[in-house]
């Protein structure tokens, strides 16, 4: 018994013994964008064979926050991270590479800097608007949809309402996750107004009525439309994702309210060929309507303790990406993103994307708010939620939003004091 | 009727009503299972919008498995899985075992000591372990990313448990008189517990097995912390490249399930032997 | 024999457990040190700093109102899970232990939902609440069935209950069939032979020897139950409105997505020390009566 012990124990240490450690000269990305993964390991295996380093990109389940602070507490930090923006302004200004010098600088409004150092390098252009399927439309109407044609919220409901009597059974559908109605709806509420900084800080500081915001309540007339019609009325908390996302590619419902990264859920079904993205439809006369919300999205940003020769590895890549013709492809066609940067100009593939683009071009994009306390979309999540399950009414759904901003911290630093990081974050937000 | 006749005729009637039991429990338990099954073989838009059905809108087809195993690098990660969950199971198998017998025999402070603390760092969630682990053995010692650091990592957080089960086991079922006529022909201790006690041990031992090697097989926090390298993914780790927050394959994610509990499957049925035949043969020498 | 020297006893205990503690040490005790180092501090998990703030994480996790809630959600969880899991697991270890046809293809069927994990079994069971049940309940006008179970607090709650007690029943079958298995066979027979009828010689015999295996079980389940999270956050991820979340996925949310670790671990470790109490105790009055071979 004993002999055959030792034998398997030391059959076990040869066989773990020959494992290989990291190496330590490796171009190592992180990619929190699933959807790209697999092409980013593609490129990264042709950039790696034609430019003679070696490049690797990882992806987790974890959130982004907890995977990274297991790096870094392990002090085995990646080159290249890609995080939301609001990981930029938490990480940056510890572990990120001052890039003011690099010569993409000049060419996108959407760049992050903090105290006036460039951290944040934007992958992409991503925007929120209501999502529209016009084959679905057509095939009741019998006319081309004309999505300029139903900016206020009357002519939304009358549309719907003609949908329904043509024998679309309900018109719309609603994400009921927390992330889509917190941080993408009601974030909109924040976002189309001149000063969101100093409407949040009305907010904690307890002088805003929201119950009685014209904004607030502009929104939310639109969101009681979308709930009408809504395809899950009966059970608005128990609809999935998926399955919305896939009764709006074939045309069972006409709209819902979500982003041009939703074509990479949409893409997997059998899906219309007229699809596009629209302002939300609002009675208002402040030109919201006319714009789609959003801006840079994802953001890489370089660690500041790796080798020189990597970080230098790390802005050859970025330039590779922005000024030369394959990284422009593999940008826009390969990954089907929204391109961040005025330099590349090649046509978006995707038809929500297309939309995006053609509002970014235009001008017409309101810019994120990216200060959002950590909670907040998770804690108003959940009031919008109910309010959408019809637990709580619009002036109950208020006072839970105003008593979360009450007792929050503030993250925006033009809200905090910081006055030149003020000044930043404004001509960031440009 | 006999009395004899009347008591087999009940026994079969009892037998008849467990066994319908046992397949009504079967049906209930096996149903999520066998959903897996039925949409392995279908596109990701049928299992969405008929996932009930036997073969979907866009037919029957097979492209899951070759696609699954391909985007995994299935033969590298199943090769890393099966030498990481073979070292920590056999490791953990024997150091438990060891570790409850002198635990369980003898009533030192330290024994006791030991024990307690085992028992109590069962109940410690994961979470309050993950940031300081990884800032111990990764920044201050530099020794992730290394198999070996998995497989003993693995065995330190299993061995609480494991040691629990053959503390039980040692205590009930292991006749103290067998060990001391051990002693007294002569056997050291480390031979009496080798020669006499590990093998009345073998059900507790094929139940450990299973649990741990499952346990260790399918686990996906520890191992994405300790292995960075791409080179050393095992399977749980290799297959997050199909969820996604935004869009999940979720045909790929099943076909990959099914590969990786295959083996686990088998182990267990093999153990299953073990777990019927055990103590039942030892326990007559007693 | 000396077998009551010091040298005797530290010879004895590093040759069997010598080994196992330094392992122990090294990944438990050591991490949890630091740990609890870390509650001291409003470190957020990323920064390099981590000023010392003494114990007002402590004070912040003895004032947050949703950990109390999610606390006492996870006690009731446990409590209903527990009794479930256990009553289920023994009657399917008896079953599958008492000769009947096929038995062994039962054991393997019932161990299977153990092999089924992460977020494949949140969306096979989604399904099934969702749709399968609810197409049913239309069907047949069962009213509780036609809207989803999970579209409501005490649903969605009912719902991890089940999950659980469909996933934990066939787990802890496996250390009852070993308890059943390890009774030695002589003494069953020889109950019988004093006559006793077989279901006698089950509650009289049988059960007593498998104290062991309940105090596992039962500790099993009460601390998987407390510390559950897969399940919570592919089932439900704490919806509807945040009335499913769990102390595990609060704990976990706090540190990570909120980015209080500081207060996350505090959390944490108030979480440990309940469930460690209500575990060991539960050890310790199970092992009292304790029957010896």
Request: proline share 3%; aromatic share 12%.
């Amino acid at each position: 018994m004993r002999r055959r012990t030792a034998a398997v124990m030391a059959t076990i240490l040869v066989a773990t013994l020959g494992a290989t450690p990291v190496l330590a000269d490796e171009l190592s990305v992180f990619n929190s964008k699933s959807e790209i993964e697999e092409q980013m390991e593609d490129m990264a295996s042709d950039y790696s064979d034609e430019n003679d380093v070696d490049m690797e990109v990882y992806y987790s389940q974890d959130t982004v926050a907890a995977h990274l602070s297991t790096k870094y507490a392990s002090k085995d930090p990646y080159v290249l991270s890609m995080v939301d923006a609001k990981d930029i302004y938490s990480l940056g200004p510890d572990h990120a590479l001052d890039l003011s010098d690099q010569p993409w600088v000049k060419d996108s409004s959407q760049i992050i800097s903090i105290d006036g150092k460039v951290m944040g390098f934007p992958v992409c252009i991503e925007a929120r608007g209501v999502i529209y399927n016009a084959d679905a439309i057509k095939k009741i109407t019998g006319e081309d949809f004309d999505p300029a044609s139903v900016k206020t919220l009357d002519d939304f409901d009358a549309l719907c309402q003609k949908l329904v009597d043509g024998g679309m059974e309900a018109p719309t559908g609603i994400m009921k996750e927390d992330w889509s109605l917190a941080a993408h709806y009601l974030q909109e509420v924040y976002e189309e107004r001149e000063d969101p900084s100093a409407f949040i800080k009305g907010l904690h500081d307890g002088t805003v009525d929201l119950a009685k915001d014209e904004k607030f309540n502009s929104l939310m007339d639109t969101f009681d439309v979308l709930m009408k019609y809504n395809y899950a009325k009966d059970a608005p908390i128990a609809a999935e994702r998926e399955t919305t996302e896939q009764k709006l590619a074939e045309g069972e419902i006409a709209f819902m309210f979500g982003g041009n990264w939703d074509w990479s859920v949409i893409n997997a079904y059998d899906y219309s060929e007229n699809m596009g993205m629209m302002p939300v439809p609002q009675n208002t006369d402040d030109g919201s309507n006319e714009k789609l919300v959003g801006g840079g999205s994802k953001y890489f940003f370089i660690d500041n303790s790796v080798s020189e020769d990597l970080q230098k590895q790390a802005e050859d890549w970025l330039n590779w990406l922005v000024n030369t013709d394959d990284g422009k492809d593999f940008l826009v066609n390969t990954c089907a993103l929204v391109p961040a940067f005025k330099t590349n100009t090649l046509d978006v593939s995707d038809p929500l994307g297309k939309s995006v683009k053609s509002y970014a071009d235009d001008d017409k994009l309101i810019a994120n708010y990216n200060y959002d306390p950590d909670d907040h979309y998770s804690v108003c999540g959940a009031s919008m939620q109910k309010y959408l399950a019809g637990e709580i009414d619009r002036a109950e759904l208020a006072k839970e939003v105003e008593a979360y901003w009450q007792g929050a911290t503030l993250a925006d630093p033009a809200v905090t004091g910081g006055a030149a990081a003020g000044t930043e974050a404004a001509t960031e937000a440009e | 009727m006999s009395e004899n006749e009347r008591a087999a005729r009940n026994r079969k009637i009892t037998k008849i009503i467990m066994w319908i039991v046992l397949l009504i429990l079967f049906i209930m338990i096996v149903f999520p299972f066998i959903m897996v099954v039925i949409n392995v073989f279908k596109t990701k838009a049928d299992i969405n919008s008929h996932p009930l059905a036997l073969i979907g809108k866009h037919g029957f087809t097979t492209k899951n498995f070759p696609k699954a195993m391909k985007k995994m690098h299935f033969w590298r990660v199943f090769g890393n899985s099966l030498i990481i969950t073979l070292s920590s199971t056999v490791l953990t198998l024997l150091l438990s075992a060891m570790c409850a017998f002198v635990l369980v025999r003898n009533k030192w402070k330290a024994c006791t000591l030991l024990f307690t603390m085992m028992i109590a760092s069962m109940v410690i969630p994961f979470q309050v372990l993950m940031v300081p682990l990884v800032s111990f053995y990764g920044g201050l010692l530099n020794v992730l990313n290394h198999r070996l650091t998995l497989i003993l990592m693995h065995t330190g957080f299993s061995l609480s448990m494991a040691t629990f089960l053959y503390h039980g086991a040692i205590h009930t079922n292991i006749p103290l008189e067998l060990e001391e006529a051990a002693l007294i022909d002569g056997c050291t201790r480390w031979q009496t517990f080798w020669k006499v006690v590990y093998p009345l041990l073998t059900p507790t031992t094929a139940t450990v097995a299973i649990i741990d090697a499952m346990a260790f097989w399918n686990d996906y926090l520890l191992p994405s912390l300790v292995l960075t390298d791409k080179s050393l993914y095992t399977i749980p780790i290799a297959t997050q490249v199909f969820y996604g927050t935004f869009s999940t394959d979720i045909g790929l994610i099943l076909a990959a399930l099914l590969m990786a509990m295959l083996p686990i499957l088998i182990l267990y049925v093999f153990l299953q032997k073990y777990i019927v035949a055990g103590v039942t043969s030892g326990a007559v020498k007693g | 024999m000396k077998r009551n020297t010091m040298s005797y006893k530290v010879r004895q205990f590093l040759m069997f457990a010598g080994i196992p503690t330094v392992l122990f040490i090294g990944v438990i005790i050591i991490p949890f040190i630091y740990g609890l180092y870390l509650t001291f501090t409003s470190w957020d998990g990323v920064s390099k700093a981590k000023p010392f703030v003494g114990l007002s994480n402590y004070a912040a996790a003895f004032s947050d109102t949703a950990f109390w809630t999610a606390m006492g959600k996870t006690v009731l969880y446990s409590a209903i899970s527990v009794v479930l899991v256990n009553v289920l697991a023994f009657l399917l270890a008896y079953l599958v232990t008492s000769g009947i046809k096929g038995q062994n293809f039962f054991r393997a069927g019932f161990f299977i939902p153990n092999l089924i994990g992460g977020i494949v079994l949140g969306y096979v069971w989604k399904f099934v609440f969702n749709r399968a049940f609810v197409t049913i309940g239309k069907s047949l006008h069962i009213g509780f069935m036609e809207t989803s179970w999970l579209a409501t607090p005490a649903g969605a709650i009912a719902c991890l209950i089940i999950v659980s007690v469909w996933q934990y029943a066939g787990y802890m079958m496996l250390i009852y069939v070993a308890g059943f298995m390890s009774v030695p066979k002589s003494l069953i027979e020889a109950s019988q032979i004093d006559g006793c009828t077989k279901s006698q010689a089950t509650w009289k015999v049988i059960v007593p020897l498998m104290r062991a295996s309940f105090v596992e079980c039962l500790f099993l389940t009460i601390t998987r139950c407390f510390m559950v999270y897969d399940v919570n956050l592919s089932l439900t991820k704490g919806e509807p409105f945040n009335s499913s979340v769990l102390a595990a996925m609060h704990v976990y949310n706090q540190a990570f997505t909120y980015k209080n670790y500081g207060v996350g671990q505090a959390e944490a470790l108030i979480l440990f020390i309940v469930c460690a109490v209500v575990g060991v105790l539960q050890v310790q009055i199970g092992r009292k009566g304790e029957v010896g071979a």
